[in-house]
């Protein structure tokens, strides 16, 4: 489903033959073991994996924040290896949203600050009507200035959300974006993600360690050691666990429960 | 034995930190390294003209001098009276004594090969006897032979290098009147090339009675040597009974100290008192840094402090610890301040001399005081400027909350404004009350301008929200914004940042107003007062140059160019028992080239009994027409005087005008200071004024000025003494500077996840730079405004408290385009200060900024 002002390519965003590999020598980890997907234009996409799988280093070096060691990332048609530090940030600001776990938003600014501030860096002038439908979108327009500290947690998400969404990107990385809610504000948050999506047409790729949280996108891609080891559209929660549970079985891991505590992970690759 | 826990936590937190203690140690380090190079300079200094003085007089036991001084009102040394150059033969026949020569000294400049005079910025330059007996010469022929006839000299080495002389060549000395002289030989005082940077050029006895006395058979003094076995004292016990009245003997140990006692009191304790002044400007300066990044720090470890608490630590251990590290920085950086102190001392030294600066040589003289007293303000700074932050860590909840770093208001009550508020209106008030009555006290005004800066830095906080807001305003975009929140964020932290900013512009805007001033009312002053069309003038400082010739005023006045010449020369005298200058000159000629005024009385025909006398001098010394004062001289003399007129404009004039006729019989070598020319009429100004050079070029070409160039140069000392405070003051400004990129790099480091946060969503690099840069500069435009609207005020205050009434009344002058010069340095100060902390902001990894707890 399209809009006729958004016409994605088939893929948003994809890595091929990715390898991420942090310290060298005995202390070597490889968070990326040539990990090959798409995202594709339109959908929503949750990335999951035990902690350690490399989910967040994926979503990273696709989101151009981190470099791969090997391999390609693309968002849209750019190879984002032929970009330099500036041009990558100016990709960043005017094709990529993103969603972080926590500390989304800046301080000193009001909500609808905080929301425009990429179109700001940009120097660009918000459409009015676009920010309007966001707002209301998102549900925040008494909140509007606002500073964040006067937000709860789940406010402040939304906001992030909105900011994600407002500068009309190509896709949208959410990193844990309900890591830090209660399950309650949490859910709110995914909704308004596969809304979004739904509605306008929007790309979103979410890591998640939930299997509720998972069960919002319109297909899941399963990471385990730094491989993509499946897929699975129309996720539902007891799905998804079912499958984390196998998933863990066949790589004969001791037992534990999905949202794995942490045990394994490595320092840049932690989810 | 391990070392107690607050110490080995200070330790540790000292190491983790190091980075963040840069900015106070180098502001710590730059204070004391400052004061600690003035008392050592101050002291090498005493010590060196002690030294000097000293072999001046080595082989001199006793010197014979008139026992009449007279010492005019604001004069440090006296002028002393002659005394009988004959005496010296008589004093040789005392048998106490193997010998004994007149000294002759008085002021001589040479000119150099190519015309310029030598020296005259400072020192003395000296020409003298040379005295055939080497013990009582303190000067070494080093080349060439003694002067034995007419015209012949010797000159030190310094001089005749500073001049290009060599033995042989011919130059000429202004005694102020020119004397064509050979040089024969080079002379060397000490080992050295001569006294400090003092030129000395010795004639024979009777050229130096010709042209260094006022008439032959006269001698400055005379100098003893004893006999074999016979003591000063014994000298000077001798040589009582054959002296005349109004004579004096003093040991040649006095005669040193006396010397000594004179630079140390009228130079040297200037030089000192300026130069601390500046450390101390310098060391508040530092204050306000430190304390700065003590707070910072404190409110950053706020977590840290909650957990020591939470795990046991008594309040008063985290108070210890917080004030332990700041003195530790304080005594490293003190310690590393001594050593630069001694350093800079040692370069000055060696830099000094090169660009004219009097300092002798010799050895750098490091006392314990000198020591002592840097190290002892660089503790008492950092322990004092960290007393408050650490008592505000102690106070740290154990259950202190973890939250973000938000917008914290802090500083911006009400109990500020208000206490500011009332602070800033009382210094108003008191200063008002000091300056605008009749009579000006300079006390209130001073107490005024005290309270203005404490409410200044009261104000700080609340007047930084508020001005930060309206600086910020006109700047447009995103990251400009950013930059004028981040400003806002903490207005306490904003205005102490910036407050030591504004005490070096205040400063500076002070001394520039101050300066401004005085030249106007120079301006002023020769625009009122100077009625001829140019003025002859030898500009000197301090004891250098020697004045004009006294032939000079006749030889212009003859010119058919000239209407008038008049020269003003100066005398000395105790009026009514009260030590005065006077002017000596032709008063009646003087009033068709100076205005002076409205005169009560005649200014013809004062005759060799007649006075005039300035009105206000008059009024307090009870002086009117017609009424007599009892004039002593310098030769012991009293005579009594008429007073014939009083006039009103003392500014040119002098509170005194004697004629030439009264003043020769009890005259000094003679000089006028200024020479006042009124050209014929219809005499086209540039005719006269190359008509007036010509005939100065005969008299040892001293500069003809028209009434512009005549203001500025009496306005050139002004100049030379900003020049100086700027470069002192420098050091203030870099401190605050420091202070500025410290505050800073703390905040880039408080506000990691932020600039992760920014740089994630699309903040270029430059962008961030420019952000950080822009913050910079608006707490250096604030700190800057500050300075400027304190200092213009202490600078309008110190102008009113200090001015006269009617003529003498200082004007108030804003030098417009240097205080706009200071403001872009406040700003480009800001920038620059940025520079570092913004190039660390933008290489922050994003992944490990936004990761960073």
Known sequence: MTTATHTPAAHAARVLDAVKVYGRGDTEVRALDGVSVDFPAGRFTAVMGPSGSGKSTLLHCAAGLDTLTSGAAFVGGTDLSTLDDRRLTLLRRDRVGFVFQAFNLLPTLTVAENITLPLDLAGRTPDRARFDRLVDTVGLRDRLHHRPGELSGGQQQRVAVARAFAGDPDVVFADEPTGNLDSRSGEEVLRLLGRTVRETGRTVVMVTHDPVAAAHADEVVFLADGRLVDRMTGPTADRVLDRMKAFETDTGRPSAAPPATASLTTRGGAT | ?????????????????????????????????????????????????????????????????????????????????????????????????????????????????????????????????????????????????????????????????????????????????????????????????????????????????????????????????????????????????????????????????????????????????????????????????????????????TRENALLRAVGAARRQVVTGTLAEALAVGLLASAAGLLAGIGVAAGLQALFPAIGFPFPEGDLVVTAGSLALPLGVGLAVCAGSALLPAVRAGRTAPLAALRETDVDGSGTSRARALTGGTLLAAAVGTVLAGVLGDDPSLWLAATGAGIAVAAFVVLGPVAASVAVRALGRPLRGANRGLARRNALRSPGRTAATATALMIGVAVVTLFTVFGASLKATMDRTVDRSFAGDVAIGAPSFGAGGSGLSPRLAPAVAALPEVGTAVGLGSGVAEVDGRGRALTVTDPAALARTLDLGEVRGTLTGLGADGLAVAADEAAASGLAPGRTAELAFTDGTRRTFTVRAVYERADLAGDYLITREAWAPHRTQDADRLVAVAFADGVSAADGKAAVTAVADRYGQPEVQTREEYAEASAGGIDMMLTLVYALLALAVLIALLGIANTLTLAVHERTRELGLLRAVGQTRAQLRAMVRWESVLVAAFGTLGGLTLGGFLGWVLVRALEGSGDSALAFAVPSARLAAVALIGLAAGVVAAWRPARRAARLEILRAIGTE
């Not at chain 2, 014979?64 to 004093?91: F, H, N, W, Y």
């Open chain 2, 1 to 301: 034995m391990r070392p107690p826990a607050t110490l080995r936590l200070t330790l540790s937190s000292l190491r983790a930190h190091r980075r963040r203690f840069l900015g106070t140690f180098a502001a710590v380090l730059l204070g004391v390294a400052f004061l600690t190079g003035t008392l050592v300079m101050g002291d090498t200094l005493r010590a060196s003209f002690d030294t000097m003085f000293t072999g001046a007089t080595r082989g001199t036991d006793a010197v014979v001098r008139s026992a009449t001084t007279v010492t005019a009102a604001g004069e440090a040394q006296g002028t002393r009276g002659p005394v009988d150059a004959d005496l010296a033969d008589r004093i040789a026949r005392v048998p106490e004594v193997a010998a004994a020569a007149p000294l002759i000294e008085g002021a001589g400049q040479l000119l150099a090969a190519d015309g310029t005079p030598v020296g005259g910025k400072g020192p003395p330059t000296l020409a003298g006897n040379w005295i055939e007996d080497e013990a009582l010469n303190p000067y070494r022929l080093s080349e060439g032979r003694t002067p034995h006839a007419p015209g012949e000299a010797v000159v030190n080495r310094g001089a005749a290098k500073a001049a290009g002389l060599r033995v042989g060549d011919t130059t000429v000395l202004r005694t102020p009147d020119p004397v064509r002289v050979t040089v024969v030989g080079l002379a060397t005082f000490g080992g050295a090339d001569g006294m400090g940077q003092v030129t000395w050029t010795g004639l024979t006895r009777a050229d130096a009675e010709r042209y260094l006395t006022a008439r032959p058979g006269e001698a400055t003094s005379i100098a003893v040597r004893a006999g074999p076995g016979v003591s000063q004292k014994e000298l000077v016990a001798a040589l009582a009974p054959a002296l005349p009245e109004g004579v004096e003997a003093i040991t040649g140990q006095r005669a040193a100290e006396e010397n000594t006692e004179m630079v140390s009191g009228r130079f040297l304790g200037l030089f000192t008192t300026f130069l601390l002044v500046f450390s101390g400007v310098a060391v508040l300066v530092s204050v306000f840094t430190i304390h700065n990044t003590f707070a910072v720090l404190v409110a950053q470890r």
